[in-house]
């Protein structure tokens, strides 16, 4: 039995349908499970990470388990509370997922977000693997209601380079570190074939859809402000500035190897990506 938490988010959906494929016996945790669109055969258990009970039962009789605990600033103790509910319940392999920079000074408060729930992993005693990735591809899905409309699409989070990585190929990552103990010990700095800035993300849609994209780069005080207008908190919005500043000064131009050496091919690119989600930013399927 693998267990995946965030079962029905970016990474976790795409763990549990590539585990299932694999034949393997799945359970996710999710808010929901009512509403949870999982493959058949998958056992589906209501809970989440800030809910420790919920979390300790789905534990239980788990094997191996796929830890996604953060969400935001204030979710660091429940993100360790994962590992240590994993401890307890004799799971023997873990694999957390964390972020690209976690730890580095110049991330302030956004680099502390995973360090607890990192520190914990690595002092289990269980195999372990970490999973590090960087910008997903998928976030420039914010972009398709105003790339469909004609308009330009705000880019929260500076023009700086990032190793952009597709969501399937850390799914991927995951699956191998939960099946394969060769993986147990390392920390993966999962990236794309190239770092990207948004305004280069931008040229490559225009080029698939033939026609001009146009991203609105905002000063800081303006990212703030729109961040402030989603309803996150003063303390959320500031993190990700920080988050913005380090990509601006480009902290996150880091392009590895990580990828190819756990899936023995290349990376996907950012075109592969937009190729297959072409459907998003056009409204036509």
């Known amino acids: 039995m693998i267990l995946v938490t965030g079962a029905t988010g970016t990474i976790g959906s795409e763990v549990v349908r ?23 055969g998958v056992e589906t258990l209501p809970g989440h990470h800030r809910d420790p009970v919920s979390v300790q039962e789905a534990m239980a009789g788990a094997q191996a388990a796929f830890l996604v605990g953060v969400f935001g600033p204030d979710d660091a103790e429940h993100d360790r509370g994962l590992v240590e509910a994993a ?7 873990i694999v957390k997922l964390s972020s690209i920079g976690t730890g580095d000074p110049r991330l302030a408060g956004f680099g502390t977000w995973h360090l607890p729930g990192e520190e914990a992993t690595r002092a289990s005693g269980l195999e372990w693997t970490v999973l590090r990735p960087s910008s997903f591809a998928s976030n420039t899905l914010a972009w398709a209601e105003a790339v469909r409309a004609g ?6 989070m500076s023009d700086g380079r990032q190793g952009v990585v597709d969501p399937r190929d850390v799914s991927e990552v995951a699956v191998s570190a939960l099946l394969d103990p060769r993986h147990a010990g390392h920390t993966y700095t999962l990236t794309g074939p190239e770092a990207l800035s948004a305004s ?41 500035m920080a988050g913005a500043r380090f990509i601006e000064e480009g902290g996150n131009a880091v392009v590895t190897d990580d990828v190819p ?8 690119s950012y075109l592969e990506w937009v190729l297959d989600h072409k459907a998003a930013f056009t409204g036509m399927s």
């Open 18 to 40: 590539r585990l299932t494929a694999r034949g393997e016996k799945v359970r996710a945790l999710t808010r929901d499970p009512a509403v949870a669109r999982v493959p058949s």
């Open 87 to 93: 401890r307890a319940a004799g799971v023997r392999r």
């Open 151 to 156: 308009t330009a699409a705000p880019n929260l």
């Open 200 to 240: 280069d993300e931008a040229a490559v849609l225009a080029e698939i859809l033939g026609r001009p994209v146009e991203v609105l780069q905002l000063t800081a005080d303006q990212r703030r402000e729109q961040l402030l207008g989603m309803g996150l908190g003063a303390a959320y919005a500031d993190s990700l």
């Open 261 to 268: 050496r756990v899936l023995g091919r290349p990376a996907r």
